[in-house]
């Protein structure tokens, strides 16, 4: 059992479109980290959370703590955007580590 | 302030043989991270070091995979021998003790022939 879920796992779309990615987890955190991944390996972090919502550019996440649920919009979608985006978890019980989502995959068509 | 790098980008090997990844976490950071990431999944703790002491090495598979931070700034990741199953991409973070964000390196595609 995965401790955080993301859906979808893949998501295709056309470019200007709305787009919202969901993550899930079923313990207590910390903070939540939204990662991006492009085809190279590498990932760069987009935001870190924990409570609320933050805006940076065209991408908005916001997190529901009672819920246990957080989510990744990218508005006006570009396809630059195409990428791996991994939703990580830094639960309260262990010391400075991150669990991790599988990804969602997304391709942005011109 | 510079990253976290990593080298080789890229390595090919065949099975059984040996390779080493170099992580060189962002200055001042004590802890640091080695990941594996299998395609299609989420990165997998191997192990994680505070300064050079390890916290968690409970997912490394200690009969081939062996890693160290002996001055506790840079650190080398050893698979020997490997096997198919390590092709992955190897990544590795640092973040500072008070904060809660991991900054990745670029990470090393390794693919075992």
């Known amino acids: 059992k995965n401790e955080v879920e993301q859906s979808p796992q893949n998501l295709t779309a056309q470019e200007g479109e709305f787009i919202t990615i969901n993550c899930s987890y079923s313990v207590g955190i910390s903070a939540l980290h939204w990662l991006q991944q492009h085809p190279g390996g590498g990932i760069v972090s987009l935001f870190m959370?924990?409570?609320g919502k933050k805006k940076h550019g065209r991408l908005i996440a916001t997190i529901n703590i009672q819920e246990k649920h957080s989510s990744l919009h990218i508005t006006a979608s570009h396809p630059r955007d195409s990428a791996v985006y991994i939703c990580a978890v830094r639960p309260i019980i262990t010391g400075n580590q991150f669990y991790f989502g599988t990804g969602t995959s997304l391709t942005v068509i011109p | 302030e510079a990253g976290v790098a990593q080298s080789p980008r890229y390595k090919i090997i065949e099975k059984r043989q040996s390779v080493a990844f170099w992580c060189n976490p962002i200055?001042?950071?004590?802890?640091l991270y080695w990941y594996q990431q299998i395609l299609g999944q989420g990165p997998k703790l191997l192990i994680q070091f505070q300064n050079n002491g390890v916290v968690d090495d409970s997912q490394l598979p200690k009969d081939r995979f062996s890693a160290e931070r002996l001055k506790g700034v840079d650190s080398t990741l050893k698979i020997q021998p490997a096997k198919l199953e390590d092709s992955a991409v190897y990544l590795c973070?640092?973040?500072?003790?008070?904060?809660?964000?991991?900054?990745f390196g670029p990470g090393t595609r390794l693919t075992v022939t």
């Open positions: 973070a640092s973040s500072s003790i008070r904060a809660y964000e991991q900054y």
């Open positions: 200055s001042g950071h004590a802890t």
């Open positions: 959370l924990s409570s």
